[in-house]
């Protein structure tokens, strides 16, 4: 059993800033991939960024390629999501998940190969 922890989210201005976190426990986590999704009120849940357990891959969504970085720290049993140049569009409950993988280069872009699910973080970006 793998649990996710997100933090980080809150209230920003359109152009402004934030960094989420997960931390991830009761596993290995170097042997997982791991990826943000999010979901907007009334809105299915999307996804936003994933990186493969190596680390040596990343993939994003078109939409926010250019401003978000994902990247981890497996020592630290921790993603993060630096989310730069935000759009009241980014407003949304943002999702860390995670599944195992035997490939080091594998970054899974669809919520039913994930596993593992934190609680969510709310992320509002103001006009």
């Known amino acids: 059993q793998v649990q996710l922890v997100e933090s980080g989210g809150g209230l920003v201005q359109a152009g402004g800033s934030l960094r989420l976190s997960c931390a991830a426990s009761?596993?290995?986590?170097?042997?997982?991939?791991m990826a943000w999704f999010r979901q907007a009120p009334g809105k299915e849940r999307e996804f936003v960024a994933a990186?493969?357990?190596?680390?040596?891959?990343?993939s994003y969504a078109d939409f926010v390629k250019g401003r978000f970085t994902i990247s981890r720290h497996n020592a630290k049993n921790t993603v993060y999501l630096q989310m730069n140049s935000l759009k009241p569009e980014d407003t949304a409950v943002y999702y860390c998940?995670?599944?195992?993988?035997?490939?080091?280069?594998?970054?899974?872009?669809?919520?039913?190969?994930?596993?593992?699910w934190g609680q969510g973080t709310q992320v509002t970006v103001s006009s």
């Open positions: 009761g596993r290995t986590f170097s042997s997982y991939a």
């Open positions: 998940a995670t599944t195992w993988t035997a490939s080091m280069s594998r970054t899974p872009r669809s919520s039913p190969e994930y596993d593992y």
């Open positions: 990186i493969s357990w190596s680390g040596s891959t990343t």
